[in-house]
């Protein structure tokens, strides 16, 4: 079946150092791909997403890439900042349907 | 523009109870779906409603059951309580017409039960 496979947390940085934050997925035929970011005491809300192979994803400095040889969707953010920490979830949504697959999630805190 | 509310934001129950949650989707938006997160992992899809009618179902028995209303607002209805009921259930809503595959959560109701 369909699955999201995500490196475990907590991640801790120093405000600045450069984040990756491992996605691995698999899914028959071609997924919709999406990080999704909790802050804490909030809800979900989408990060950003891709659609297709090789499409790049970016949304307030953080950016991901669609690729399909290695089935992944790695986050990476060049400067992160103590404001970036919480949960982020990557997730697939397979075509036709709204049933989004979640990873496990990953914890970041930024350290100042 | 009004977002997702959810209520009760916490409640506690006991094995055997039943319990209800409630979710108001975005304005404009026609479709509800119920997610379960278990501390620690993600969240596993329960359902989903689209014009009153459950239109896809994740691996949940049937003593988790829902509804849809015709200003789109929905219900989460659990029955018999079991201990691994315990987590945050999030609702989630979208619009069926656009298909950017977002969906706009709300802050989750953690139950807990006893």
């Known amino acids: 079946g369909n699955s999201v496979t995500q490196m475990e947390g907590p991640v801790t940085l120093s405000e600045e150092a450069f984040l990756t934050i491992n996605c691995t997925y698999t899914?028959?035929?071609?997924?919709?791909l999406f990080w999704y970011v909790q802050y804490p005491g909030e809800g979900l809300q989408l990060l950003l997403k891709?659609?297709?192979?090789?499409d790049k994803g970016s949304n307030k400095g953080f950016e991901a890439t669609y690729r399909k040889e290695t089935t992944s969707f790695h986050l990476e953010k060049g400067s992160v900042q103590v404001s970036d920490s919480a949960v982020y979830f990557c997730?697939?949504?397979?075509?036709?349907?709204?049933?989004?697959?979640f990873g496990t999630g990953t914890r970041l805190k930024v350290l100042a | 523009e009004t977002g997702v509310t959810q209520s009760p934001t916490h409640l506690i129950k006991t094995r055997g109870q039943q319990v209800t949650l409630r979710c108001s989707s975005q304005s404009g938006h026609n479709t509800v779906s119920w997610y379960q997160q278990a501390l620690g992992q993600g969240p596993q899809f329960i359902f989903q409603?689209?014009?009153?009618?459950?239109?896809g179902r994740g691996n949940f028995p049937p003593r988790f059951s829902g509804l849809q209303f015709p200003n789109y607002s929905s219900e989460l209805n659990v029955n018999a309580l079991e201990l691994d009921d315990s987590a945050l259930y999030l609702c989630?809503?979208?619009?069926?017409?656009?298909?950017?595959?977002?969906?706009?959560f709300g802050e989750g109701s953690r139950l807990t039960v006893l």
């Open positions: 891709a659609t297709k192979a090789d």
């Open positions: 899914a028959t035929g071609y997924p919709s």
């Open positions: 409603y689209y014009r009153e009618e459950e239109n």
């Open positions: 997730a697939l949504l397979t075509s036709g349907t709204y049933k989004y697959i």
């Open positions: 989630a809503s979208s619009f069926s017409g656009v298909n950017t595959g977002e969906l706009f």
